[in-house]
Structure formats: C-alpha cells, structure tokens
T-cell receptor, first 111, second 115 residues
Framework: SQKIEQNSEALNIQEGKTATLTCNYT??????LQWYRQDPGRGPVFLLL?????KEKRKERLKVTFDTTLKQSLFHITASQPADSATYLC??????????FGSGTRLSIRP | DAGVIQSPRHEVTEMGQEVTLRCKPI?????LFWYRQTMMRGLELLIY????????DSGMPEDRFSAKMPNASFSTLKIQPSEPRDSAVYFC?????????????FGQGTRLTVV
C-alpha cells in the first residue's frame, strides 16, 4: 500500500540554525511533491511544490529537494526563526489529482 | 474569495446520532477533498471528487460514512450513526487542476466530538 513517512514526529533546534525535515514514500509514483505548514487549530497551508523532473526548488529561506530514485524529499529552512515553529507536512500528488499527506513533523525553534 | 468554508466549526454529539459536515469550496476549483486528522493517524484522505464526481472513496472508514457533492459549490460528509472513535478534526480542501502549483486550499476544519 502507499505509504508516506516523515522522519521524526518532533524536531527542536536553535534559532539561526538550518532545520532539515525528511519525507520518504513507498509504492507511489507522484507527479508532484508538496510541502505544507500547519499551525495549531488551523488547516494546512501550501508552501512549495516540486515536480518529479526537478531536483531542487527554493523560495526565500526554504529549499526542497526531490530524489525519485531514493523516493525521498528534504525540506530545509535556513536561518530559522521562532516564527517558523509549526507542523510541516509533505504531500504527494498523482496526475489523477489525489493528494495524500504524511503525518507531519512538529518543528520548534528555540530563541 | 473567502476561501474554503466549513460548517460547523465545532460539533458535539451523542453516540448514535447522525452528523453532517458541510463544505463550500473556492469558486472555480474542480477538485474537492475530505480529510480526517487525529493525533494517532495524522491527516487521512477520506474521499475526493473531480468535477463533482467521486473519484476515490477508498479512505472512507466504513459504511457509516458517506459524502456527496450535488454541485460545484457544496459538499457534505455524513456519519450515521456516529461513534466515539469518529472524534477528530475533519478538513475539507479544494484545488484547481488548472493552476501551476496544484495546491490544496484547506478550510478551518470541523472539530467533531462524539460522546
């Protein structure tokens, strides 16, 4: 069955450091991989998309990589700030529009 | 656009009662998704529609759950009869296959508590 795993349930890092979150998947051939941010009591909000033929995508302090051979995506937040504290979810989207999510990693940035 | 609108925001009901959750997607979006989120199982896809037609309902846990999309601007998720293990936050999301990012836009969710 299709499975998405995010490497850790929680990650705590010092402000200013780079946060790296991992997303692995099995039994799936996604057309896109997306990353979302979720704050407590709210729905997920889209951050970045990377396509199967792209290796890397950047947006401001965010960077996403996508390795279809390893079936893995890495999500980096550079120069992290306490405001970056949230749960981050990876999502796989097939060409048929179905979107499935990982369980998320709760990121805490301490001052 | 006001975004995806879900109602009610909170619902407390007794076991055995029927529960109906409602969703108004973003105008012009052609895909609609229902998800359930719990601490134990994360964000699970229950069912999704393309152009008002149910495409994949393999995530619907059992026959007590049903979803409809009678038109492009409205969808319901019904649980009958409800059970305590149905307690969760239910999210509706919509997206458009015509956009570059193909991202899903989520509503605020309905927090369901079955006692």
């Amino acid at each position: 069955s299709q499975k998405i795993e995010q490497n850790s349930e929680a990650l705590n890092i010092q402000e200013g450091k780079t946060a790296t979150l991992t997303c692995n998947y099995t039994n799936y051939s996604p057309a896109y991989l997306q990353w979302y941010r979720q704050d407590p009591g709210r729905g997920p909000v889209f951050l970045l998309l990377i396509r199967e033929n792209e290796k890397e995508k950047r947006k401001e302090r965010l960077k996403v990589t996508f390795d279809t051979t390893l079936k893995q995506s890495l999500f980096h937040i550079t120069a992290s700030q306490p405001a970056d504290s949230a749960t981050y979810l990876c999502a796989l989207r097939s060409s048929a529009s179905k979107i499935i999510f990982g369980s998320g990693t709760r990121l805490s940035i301490r001052p | 656009d006001a975004g995806v609108i879900q109602s009610p925001r909170h619902e407390v009901t007794e076991m055995g009662q029927e529960v109906t959750l409602r969703c108004k997607p973003i105008s012009g979006h052609n895909s609609l998704f229902w998800y359930r989120q719990t601490m134990m199982r994360g964000l699970e896809l229950l069912i999704y529609f393309n152009n008002n037609v149910p495409i994949d309902d393999s995530g619907m846990p059992e026959d007590r759950f049903s979803a409809k999309m009678p038109n492009a601007s409205f969808s319901t998720l019904k649980i009958q009869p409800s059970e305590p293990r149905d307690s969760a936050v239910y999210f509706c999301a919509s997206s458009s296959t015509g956009t570059v990012q193909n991202e899903a836009f989520f509503g605020q969710g309905t927090r369901l508590t079955v006692v």
